[in-house]
């Protein structure tokens, strides 16, 4: 992190809204360019070769690879020091917000 930090002074800000997006992931289908721009206020910022759809990405696939020991984790209480929630208390992915 410390590298990205010095490499990319905007890193928190690729950061921040991948999380947001993570975070806030749609139950239904929705084209990315549409969530990218309900997100990031951008219909390209989630775009796979941005910095901040690199990060998205990698925590998407993380998500997906791990999705079942982050709902076991959830149900046994464990709540991560950062407050943005991937997976909420019924296991689901929660709705995006409006």
Known sequence: MQQAFE???LFAVHMGYALQALGNLPEQYR????????VCGDPHGLDGDSETGKLFLTGLK???DHFQELTDAWRQGY???VSLAIVGETGSMPPAKA
Request: aromatic fraction near 12%; proline fraction near 18%; charge should be positive.
């Open 7 to 9: 490499r990319d002074p």
């Open 31 to 38: 084209r990315r360019p549409v969530f990218a721009s309900e």
């Open 62 to 64: 993380f998500v997906r």
């Open 79 to 81: 709540r991560p020091a």
